[in-house]
């Protein structure tokens, strides 16, 4: 399993196109890549610009595939855009104990 | 549903004693709170002091059910000994669009 948190900002005023984006990067990756088991966007209760995106790939391979996509490619060009670059903080987590049901 | 993601130091030197008290209350939570549907602890592969929980419960009755648990109370108590309680950040989030399968 390879988990990843990205976290990133929405641009003030670009909300409903950041949103649109984001559906269609996830509907995308469900339909495209059987080695992702979870991809979620959320956005934060308090601070809405706020996105936190949760990632769950089957194993490295998967990872891989997955940013390798073209998809993936026309996400990037909405950093500057739609997303502040400045702000991209991504993670790789390791699982320490814990389920999901 | 309600998703909550909070993120901590571990103390240095401390990762082991650490470690166990997360795979003690994970285990608590998976047993005792139905309404608790993900609970993950995970380390930061690059920085294995960085703690990130995922969290998510079937609605805000079961996410105010952990709160009020002994076991939380008693996880509650390591903030200082184990884990760095100026380091804690909790965000509440909401679902933009994606998929867990």
Redesign the interface.
């Known amino acids: 399993m390879n988990?990843i948190?990205a976290q990133f900002r929405i641009i003030p005023g670009k909300e409903a196109e950041a949103?649109e984006a984001?559906?269609t990067?996830?509907?995308s990756?469900?339909s495209k890549e059987s080695g992702a088991?979870?991809?979620?966007?959320?956005?934060?209760?308090?601070d809405p610009l706020?996105?936190?995106?949760?990632e769950?790939y089957a194993d490295d391979a998967a990872s891989a595939a997955h940013r390798a996509t073209e998809y993936m490619a026309a996400f990037r060009t909405y950093f500057g855009p739609l997303f502040d670059p400045e702000t991209v903080k991504i993670?790789?987590?390791?699982?320490?104990?814990?389920?999901?049901?």
């Open positions: 988990t948190l949103e984001m559906k990067m996830a509907a990756v469900e088991r979870t991809y979620i966007f959320h956005r934060n209760l308090k706020a996105v936190s995106v949760w769950i993670e790789r987590l390791e699982r320490i104990a814990g389920f999901s049901r």
